[in-house]
């Protein structure tokens, strides 16, 4: 079974602080993603990298980065954390996307099972 | 990108009842379509997909969904619901030219009583 796993259930930080979300997976996948999610809103694409050392900008990169050195590790970072950044943040991976490798399925998401940030 | 809405943010069912959750998306190009389930406190578990082929997609849990490329719709129903199912469920979305990114709905929360 493919393992998600973020380094926090639950963080409590203040405003100012520097943050560092940590998320690993176990299955050699290519592709890594950072969303947040807040009520009303679903799921909203922070950033996402397809390789180690890649990375692109989702629907909502500002005040966020990220990095992948790693295969299995992809950390997302708050540079200066701010209130507007209190959410659940959800971490998840896939394999290489269908039209790469020619496997459809491949891309199916698998989600760790979140961090709650507050911010205060 | 593509925009995914489900009409319904809060669906209460009583327990064997029937339930369908709606999803629409905007683009008719080719896509690949999903519904994935959240428990209280966990994180998203992919309920079923829709690649290609038949039109009716059955997935985990006695739900099934069924994709209607003329209305851009993703469907999802389940005939008899338990209290097991209360929780909130996501259609997302993706284009086949972009095929590794989602586009995710806002969610519907089905809370099952007894």
């Known amino acids: 079974d493919v393992k998600v796993t973020q380094s926090s259930r639950y963080l409590v930080k203040r405003t100012g602080e520097k943050v560092f979300l940590e998320c690993v997976q176990d299955?050699?996948?290519?592709?890594m993603f950072w969303y947040r999610q807040d009520p009303g809103l679903g799921l909203r694409l922070i950033y996402f990298s397809y390789d180690v050392k890649m990375k692109e900008k989702g629907d909502i990169p500002e005040g966020y980065s990220v990095s992948r050195e790693k295969k299995e590790r992809f950390s997302l970072i708050l540079e200066s954390a701010s209130t507007n950044q209190t959410s659940m943040y959800l971490c998840a991976s896939s394999l290489e996307g269908a039209g790469a490798s020619g496997r459809e399925g491949s891309y199916e998401q698998y989600f760790g099972p979140g961090t709650r940030l507050t911010v205060t | 990108a593509q925009s995914v809405t489900q009409l319904d943010s809060q669906v209460p069912v009583f327990e064997e009842a029937p339930v369908e959750l709606r999803c629409n998306y905007s683009s008719s190009v080719s896509v690949y379509l999903f519904w994935y389930v959240q428990y209280p406190n966990q994180g998203l578990q992919l309920l079923l997909k829709y690649l290609s082929g038949s039109t009716l997609v059955k997935g985990i849990n006695g739900f099934e969904a069924e994709f209607n490329k003329s209305q851009t719709s993703f469907h999802l129903r389940k005939p008899s619901v338990h209290i097991s199912d209360t929780a909130e469920y996501f259609c997302a979305v993706s284009d086949r030219l972009d095929d590794y990114k989602l586009s995710f709905g806002a969610g519907t929360t089905v809370t099952v009583r007894a």
């Open positions: 299955m050699d996948h290519e592709n």
